[in-house]
């Protein structure tokens, strides 16, 4: 079991940018398919981005196509997010997941550990 903390989060303009970290213990961190997901108020978790173990596939949200970019540091036992040309409908709070199954989906289901999540708030 991987142990995850996020940070990063935090208040920016309308445009703006911001990375978002996620620290793993353990030594498995590069066994596992790693996600974004982020939960505004009022509203389900959805998916933002996935990476694969090695970093080099990826897979995103329409909604995020293009702004932002998952990675991963695997010496570092760290996953990121950078955030671009943010809108305030990005405003949520940011959760890194770890995923049970072998293939890069986005579905909630398939990431058993979460980390306790960052605030991002965009304004207008």
């Known amino acids: 079991q991987v142990q995850l903390q996020e940070s990063g989060g935090g208040l920016v303009q309308a445009g703006g940018s911001l990375r978002l970290s996620c620290a793993a213990s353990?030594?498995?961190?590069?066994?596992?398919?790693m996600g974004w997901f982020r939960q505004a108020p009022g509203k389900d978790r959805e998916f933002v981005a996935a990476v694969s173990r090695n970093g080099l596939a990826t897979y995103y949200a329409d909604s995020v196509k293009g702004r932002f970019t998952i990675s991963r540091d695997n010496p570092k036992n760290t996953l990121y997010l950078q955030m671009n040309s943010l809108k305030p409908l990005d405003t949520a709070v940011y959760y890194c997941a770890t995923s049970s199954n072998p293939l890069i989906t986005g579905r909630l289901g398939d990431y058993p550990y979460w980390g306790q999540g960052t605030q991002v708030t965009v304004s207008s």
């Open positions: 353990g030594r498995t961190f590069s066994s596992y398919i």
